[in-house]
């Protein structure tokens, strides 16, 4: 599948696949939907939790996983991260996204090393953070039940990859999900959050990042 690089209205790049029309972060800015969506919104809503498992549905360009090891750092948290991606992105064209002047100046190598990790096996980046990248699709992994505190749901749109949003695999994630554990994704799907609400879970209606009215979040009950 061809893939070309864009700039995004912050400044920060992105991968845009023509085939579908359709870009890996939001063109009104990739950084910034990415602080705002599953930092803000997601691992800072467990704020005294110090010991996270987060699950990413679509690792992509490893800006997810950049920004939260940035966080791990900063507030002292110890993260073990799996991200999990079907079509992994060419080591070559995820550093030419340049998202390590994004980060403080002591972070910016990890961001070639979270690429350059070897696949389906733990990986210690920092002692902060250990990150597992699983290359498989979701339709065929078997989730480990109530071991994920977070999961970054950063699949592409419903309206392009309606697979990936299905009661099936929302039942997954929600199987993956702890006690009190925690579901953010960018869209705010009426169905979505209606399969969520059957799935047992607490759904919320967030402000969404620029150029976008709302997001999601939902929560798991103790």
Same mark, same amino acid.
């Given at each position: 599948m061809k893939?070309?690089?864009?700039?995004?209205?912050?400044?920060?790049?992105?991968?845009?696949?023509?085939?579908?029309?359709?870009?890996?972060?939001s063109s009104h800015g990739a950084v910034q939907e990415a602080k705002h969506v599953f930092i803000e919104k997601g691992l800072n809503a467990l704020?005294?939790?110090k010991t996270i498992r987060i699950f990413e549905m679509g690792f992509g360009t490893g800006l997810n996983a950049l920004l939260t090891l940035e966080a791990a750092q900063q507030q002292n948290k110890h993260i073990h991260y799996?991200?999990?991606?079907?079509? #992994?992105?060419?080591?070559?064209?995820?550093?030419?996204?340049?998202?390590?002047?994004?980060?403080?100046k002591e972070n910016q190598p990890f961001f070639d090393?979270?690429?350059?990790?070897?696949?389906?096996?733990d990986q210690c980046?920092?002692?902060?953070?250990?990150l597992k990248k699983l290359e498989e699709k979701i339709q065929?992994?078997?989730?480990?039940?109530?071991?994920?505190?977070l999961i970054y749901f950063d699949a592409f749109g419903?309206?392009?990859?309606?697979?990936?949003?299905?009661?099936?695999?929302?039942?997954?994630?929600?199987?993956?999900?702890?006690?009190g554990g925690v579901f953010v994704t960018y869209s705010a799907k009426g169905q979505m959050k209606r399969d969520l609400k059957s799935l047992g879970l607490r759904v919320?209606?967030? #402000?969404?990042?620029?150029?976008?009215?709302?997001?999601?979040?939902?929560?798991?009950?103790?």
């Open positions: 893939r070309e690089i864009i700039t995004t209205a912050d400044g920060s790049k992105s991968i845009r696949l023509p085939e579908m029309d359709e870009t890996y972060h704020p005294h939790v799996i991200g999990i991606e079907a079509f #992994p992105v060419a080591l070559e064209m995820a550093l030419q996204m340049e998202y390590e002047h994004y980060v403080s090393r979270l690429h350059a990790a070897e696949w389906n096996s980046i920092t002692p902060f953070f250990t065929y992994f078997v989730p480990e039940k109530s071991t994920i505190d419903p309206s392009v990859q309606s697979d990936m949003w299905n009661l099936n695999i929302l039942e997954k994630m929600t199987a993956l999900l702890a006690p919320e209606s967030l #402000p969404g990042p620029p150029g976008k009215r709302e997001m999601t979040r939902a929560w798991k009950g103790q």
